[in-house]
């Protein structure tokens, strides 16, 4: 590709970007994909598991914390 349609290219991609966020922001479930895993798991566990400590599980676990910890946080073992 030439220069000309690289930028026509980076533009289109950059408006598709900007519209996927701005779509998933205006459904007010966070500004990261991870943040609405919290809210799916509040609402599936009945608000057993709180927001905030589903919030931190799913960031710790993205951290690679061992399983055993998630647990005693989630559950106070």
């Keep these: 590709m030439n220069l ?3 930028i026509l290219a980076l533009l289109l991609a950059q408006l598709m970007a900007s519209m996927g966020v701005a ?6 479930m966070g ?3 991870y943040d ?14 709180p ?3 589903a919030r931190i599980t799913i960031h710790q676990f993205l ?8 647990r005693a946080f989630l559950f106070h073992q």
Excluded: N
């Excluded at 779509?23 to 007010?28: R, S």
């Design 51 to 53: 927001f905030h400590k």
């Design 36 to 49: 609405s895993v919290a809210t799916i798991i509040e609402k599936l566990t009945h608000q057993k598991i």
């Design 63 to 70: 951290q690679g914390s061992y399983p055993e910890r998630i």
């Design 31 to 33: 500004i990261a994909p």
């Design 23 to 28: 779509l998933y922001m205006v459904a007010d």
């Design 4 to 6: 000309p349609l690289r």
